[in-house]
């Protein structure tokens, strides 16, 4: 297994415009999470998966915004009529989740969005 | 609710220099302890963990961090910085049981490691 991949890496976008990203996790792992990380800041949490099911979602996560995980494999993550504060890199990290119990979250490399 | 303090956002050493990165924890339920490392433009690695048991844990890289419960720290150490040690810090943490699986990172601490 090759991780957690992201795609695409980097997307420049026109300010209005929808973008959606792709988070494919680590084959076996059950817990799928989406970070946004501004700049000089901490990721900040956005919502996550439990399979197919969105268990939790952020109050960050505003209505443009819409996350998906269908069959409970790769997920995307979806944000209608970007804003130049939509700017940041957007962070997907996948965990197992046995018996009930955390365990640590493995992420990818991120897709760092420019809205112009 | 849960939150990380990170005293500092950049920290300055000389190669071979003990490195300290500190980092202080309020958690509502008992905590799982996280440190990760981020290199320019990638994703997040862990260096180590802390979970239940042993209060000393040791990391990848020479890293190691002790959970002080009465002081609701997690400070990260290295006894000799490297070069390749240039990056930046995160502290996280987070509950054990689902509803609480969700991190909560501290705002970071680059590191600088001069010659």
């Known amino acids: 297994d090759t991780g957690v991949s992201q795609d695409p890496r980097h997307k420049i976008t026109k300010r209005g415009q929808n973008v959606t990203f792709r988070c494919d996790p680590i084959?076996?792992?059950?817990?799928l999470y989406w970070y946004r990380q501004t700049l000089g800041q901490g990721p900040e949490f956005l919502t996550y998966?439990?399979?197919?099911?969105?268990?939790?979602k952020s109050r960050l996560l505003s209505d443009r915004f819409s996350a998906e995980r269908p069959k409970g494999s790769f997920s995307t993550l979806e944000i209608q009529r970007t804003e130049q504060g939509d700017s940041a890199m957007y962070l997907c990290?996948?965990?197992?989740?046995?018996?009930?119990?955390?365990?640590?979250?493995?992420f990818g490399q991120g897709t760092r969005l420019t809205v112009v | 609710a849960q939150s990380v303090t990170q005293l500092g956002s950049h920290v300055s050493v000389s190669e071979g220099a003990l490195v300290l990165l500190r980092c202080n924890y309020s958690s509502s339920v008992p905590p799982y302890l996280f440190w990760y490392v981020q290199y320019p433009n990638q994703g997040l690695q862990l260096l180590l963990k802390?979970?239940?048991?042993?209060?000393l844990v040791k990391g990848i890289n020479g890293f190691e961090a002790e959970f002080k419960k009465s002081e609701t720290s997690f400070h990260l150490t290295k006894p000799s910085a490297h070069m390749s040690d240039a990056a930046e810090y995160f502290c996280a943490v987070s509950g054990y049981t689902g509803a609480n699986s969700k991190l909560t990172f501290g705002k970071g601490i680059t590191l600088s490691v001069r010659p």
């Open positions: 084959s076996e792992h059950n817990r």
């Open positions: 998966f439990q399979n197919e099911a969105q268990l939790e």
């Open positions: 802390y979970t239940t048991g042993a209060t």
């Open positions: 990290a996948s965990s197992p989740f046995p018996r009930g119990k955390n365990t640590e979250a493995f």
